[in-house]
């Protein structure tokens, strides 16, 4: 398990793509550069290019503060973490209603949310 406090995200990034590499397998038998932590990590915006992809704990207070303080539209119903359960499955945040899931880490469905520090 890794780390699931604020401020531990970008270690938590860091250490998944530097274990992974630039391709994981995806629980079905193939590889894919499209993993969530890679996704995070190689994400670039208005010129900032220091994108991770939170904790768990990050995660949640994102669903706090703007989903369910606010009702924020946000796209997809649940959210991955860079917060791993074991080596395959990695904790992911329920916009329906901010509960925690487990999901196969490499996989595309929960969607990701990138995050700086500031």
Known sequence: CSDTSIGSGLRNTELIVSRKG???????GRYTSEYAAKVAYDYSENGYDDWFLPSLEELKLIYDKLYATYQRNFLHYRYVSSSEYSDSETWCVSCFDGGLEKTLLNRSEPS???VRRF
């Open 22 to 28: 630039e391709k994981a397998e995806d629980g079905d």
């Open 112 to 114: 990701v949310i990138p």
